[in-house]
Nanobody
Framework: QVQLVESGGGLVQPGGSVRLSCAASGRTISFYGMGWYRQTPGKKRELVAS???????NYADSVKGRFTISRDNAKNTMYLQMNSLLPEDTAVYYC??????????WGQGTQVTVSS
């Protein structure tokens, strides 16, 4: 069984920074693609950023220039550096990993609240 565990969320002031981590544990697996999603109450889960195994990245327009996604394939860990945070970045952030066989795995989510 594969588990993804997020960490690093919390309360941060507008303009501040936070770094999220997503670590895979359990059965050894390599993810072709990994990504961060976020969701607020009453809204659909949306893609924030994604990164392929070769390092190619993709960002939502709303976070371009502020967020940076990265991964350490050897450690099967993914990160999201979030800078210049805005109140509208408040959400539960989920990590996702897609294996080479197409199986999708989700973490349990971590809350990020941007408020003064």
């Amino acid at each position: 069984q594969v588990q993804l565990v997020e960490s690093g969320g919390g309360l941060v002031q507008p303009g501040g920074s936070v770094r999220l981590s997503c670590a895979a544990s359990g059965r050894t697996i390599s993810f072709y693609g990994m990504g961060w999603y976020r969701q607020t109450p009453g809204k659909k889960r949306e893609l924030v950023a994604s990164i392929a195994i070769d390092g190619r990245t993709n960002y939502a327009d709303s976070v371009k220039g502020r967020f940076t996604i990265s991964r350490d394939n050897a450690k099967n860990t993914m990160y999201l550096q979030m800078n210049s945070l805005l109140p509208e970045d408040t959400a539960v952030y989920y990590c996702n990993g897609v294996s080479f066989s197409g199986s999708s795995y989700w973490g349990q989510g971590t809350q990020v609240t941007v408020s003064s």
